[in-house]
C-alpha cells in the first residue's frame, strides 16, 4: 500500500538522522489489529517503557489514516475497539500517543475485515448504558432478514436478573431491570435454528442513576468571559471514558442535561493561544486533577479560570489611600513572589518578611518595586500567571500587605492577569506616648535572642471564636540584643503580645507573667497606657530527629471550607510536657513540623480568630474534636504523619452536605517529592476488600501496603521508600471494582 512504503521511506530517513531520532518520544509499541467474532476490529499496543503519554487519538483510513474514529484520555489504556468496520473492507489505523509540551508520536497498523465463517452476524450495536431500577432492552438484529429460526441464550456469567425472551415467529430480546450501579460485562450467543450457525456478541453494559445536570462558566483571571471554549467532561468509574463535552457561549457559560451520574473528571480547552487549557481545578494534568461526584437528579457547578498564555507579561495598576481617601504620594509598593516569600516550616525565612521597624527587604526575594505618583497610584509589569504578595510602605503609617492585612502571617497572594488593580487603605501611625517594650531571652541559656512580636487585640477572647471587627495586628522585630518597642500605641481594648523566635530551637510564646502560653486565650491582657514592659522567656524545642508532621488546617463554613493562614501547630512531647517542634501555616493552610525523634506527642492548633479543642491525640480520646488524631510512636518512626485539623466558623450554623464517594477515592500523595517516605489518603463508600500497592517504572511490585477488609471510611497509608532508588513509582488502590492509580517521584 502507498503508506507502507512512505513508512520505509520514514523508517530510513531517520537512520540516517542518527542521534536525532534517539531525541524523539517513541510511539506505542506491538500495535495490532484483530478481529473478533463479531466482526469488530480490536486494536492492542504496549506503552514504551519509562514513557507516560497523557492520552492517544486513534484514527481509521482506507489508504492512510486520517479520520479519528475515537479518543481515549487515559494515557495507561492499551486496548481500542472499532465497531463501527465493515466486513469485506480492508483499513489502515494510527494510534497516536500525545506526551506533554504537545509532544505526540504515531504508529501504524492494518486489517482486513471478513465475515464470521457461521454466515450469521450481529448487525445492531447494543445500548451501553441502562438506568437503575428501570427497563433495559435490546432487540438485536442480524445479516439475514428471516429472524423467527434465530434463538438468543445468555452464556458466561450472567448479571442478577437478566433474562432473554425467545418468542415464536417473531424477534428475540434481552430484558433487565438493574438494581446495583456498576459496570457489568454481557455475553450473547444466537443461533440460528435451521442451519445450526451460531454469533456470539460481547459488551460492556453500565448501569448508572438517573441523570443530572452540570452548568458553569469559563473566564479569565480578570472575569472577563473565554467564549467558545470546549468543556470535556469524563467518568471515573468506567475506565475515563469521554462523558460528554460542549461548547461555552458569547457569556462563557455552558449547561449539559441529562448527564450520567458519577465521578467525573473536567477539563476546559479555550479557542485560541491566548490561554492555557485547564483540568478542573487549576491542573495542568490528569493527575492532579480534581475528581467530583454528580448526584442523581442534582446540579453540578463548574467555575473555570484560566491563565493567560506563558511568556506574557500583564499591567499591573493600583493606588493607595488613607483612611480619609486621600491619595498617599511616594509610597513603596513591593511585589516579592509567593514561592519565595513564606516557605513552611523555615521560620527564619518567615521572620525575616515580617519587620515593621524596617524597609530594607531581602534583595533576593525581591521581584519588583514601585512607587506611587502624585495621585497615589502606581504602575508594574509582572509575568502573567505568578502568584505575588505585595507589601505598601510610607512613612507615618502602619505596613499594608494584600488584603490591606497589617500582619504577614494573614496575607494572601494575588495572581497576577490582565487587568489587575490592586487597592490598598493605609492607617496612619498614632502619636501618643503609649509604649510596650520588653526583651526576649533563652530559657535554657539565658542569652538575649532576635524574634518578631505580634500584638493582637483581646477583644477577641471575649467571643468563642469567629470574631471578625476588631483592630489589625501589629508587628515589630527585636535588635540583635532581644529588645522590641511598640511606640505611638493608640488608647485601645487590652491586647496580646506573641513572640516568634528568629532561632528555630525555641519555640514562640504568648506573654504570661508565670512563664508564658501557647494559647491566645489563656495570654495576659495587656493594656497600652503609657510604659509598659514585657519581657519573654523563651523555651527550647528539643529536636533531634528526622520524622515530621505534616498537615492542613481549614476553615468550616456550611458545607465548605477553606485554608487558614496563621494558624501556630505545636508538637508537643506528652511525658514532659515540652514544645519538640513548631510550624506556621502557609496562605494555603499547610504546615510541617519536621526533625521529630521517636516519642509520643501531643498535637494543637492555635490561631487568635478561632478556638481549636485543646489537644490532638489519642492519649486523650475523651475530646471531641473534628481532627485525624495521630502521633509519633517508637513503632512507626521514621515516618512522615499527616495531622489535619478543620475549625468551625462560628458564624453560621455548620451543615456538612458533602456527599460520601460514588465510588472508591484516591488521593495524590503528600508530600511529592518525597523523601524518605510519603502518605497515601484514600476514601471507600463502603464495606469492601481493598489492596493498595506499589510498582516501579518497570511495572515490578516493591509493596503492598493494604490488603484486607476495611469499613467505609477515609484512611491514610504510609509507604516508606528508605531502601529504593530515587524515581518515578507508581500506585494503585483495587477496593469494590474500582481501579486507581497515580504516581508520585522518591528523591535522595
Known sequence: MKHTSSILLFVTLLALAGPLYSQQLPPVQQLTAEVNYNGHVVLRWVIPSGYFPSNFD???????????IGQIYDGTSVQFTDYTAQAGKSYEYAVVAHYSAGKRATAYTSVTVLPPASGLQFTSIPRSTALANNEYFYTPTFNQSDVTNISLMLIGEVPEGMTVHNIALGPSYLYWVPKQVGRYKVTLQATDMKSGARAVQEFDLTVVDQPGTIRGFVKALNNDPIPNTIVRFWTVSQGRNLLSETRTDENGEFVLENVQA?????????????????????????????ERSLLPNRELRYEFYLFSAPGTIAPVVGRVRDELEVPLRDAKVTFIRKEDFIHIGDTTR?????????????????????????????????????????????????RAFNDDQTNAMQARAVRIANGITMSYTLSPVSTTNNKLVGQVYSQASGVSKQATIILIDTELKRGTGGGHTYRKYRSVVTDTNGVFIFDNLPEAPPSALLAIPMDSRLAPQYYHSSGGSYNFRESDNITPLGTKNYDFVLPSTQRSGIGSFYGQVTVKRGGSRSPLAGALIFAQRERTGAIAGYAITDSTGW???????????????????????????PAKPSISMPATMTYISSADFNRTVPVNFTIEDLRVTPVDNTPLPFTATLEQNHPNPFHPSTAIRFALPARTHVTLQVYNALGELVATLVNETMDAGSYSKVFDGNNLPSGVYHYRLSAGGSFLGRSMMLTR
Not at 515593621?356 to 527587604?361: H, I, P, R, V, Y
Not at 506527642?601 to 481549636?612: G, K, R, S, W
Open 58 to 68: 486513534i484514527k481509521r483510513g482506507y489508504d492512510t489514516p486520517d479520520i479519528t
Open 262 to 290: 458519577g465521578r467525573i473528571y473536567a477539563y476546559a480547552e479555550p479557542p485560541d493561544g491566548r490561554y492555557l487549557p485547564q483540568f478542573y481545578i487549576n491542573a495542568n494534568s490528569l493527575s492532579s486533577a480534581l
Open 350 to 398: 518567615v521572620n525575616a518578611l515580617w519587620q515593621e521597624n524596617s524597609n530594607n527587604w531581602r534583595e533576593s526575594i525581591v521581584d519588583t518595586v514601585v512607587y506611587t505618583d502624585f495621585k497615589g497610584e502606581f504602575l508594574a509589569y509582572l509575568p502573567v500567571g505568578r502568584d505575588y504578595y505585595t507589601i505598601v510602605e510610607k512613612d507615618e503609617f502602619l
Open 591 to 617: 504546615y510541617s513540623i519536621t526533625g521529630l525523634d521517636p516519642d509520643q506527642y501531643l498535637v494543637f492548633a492555635d490561631h487568635p480568630e478561632y478556638t481549636f479543642s485543646e489537644y490532638f491525640s
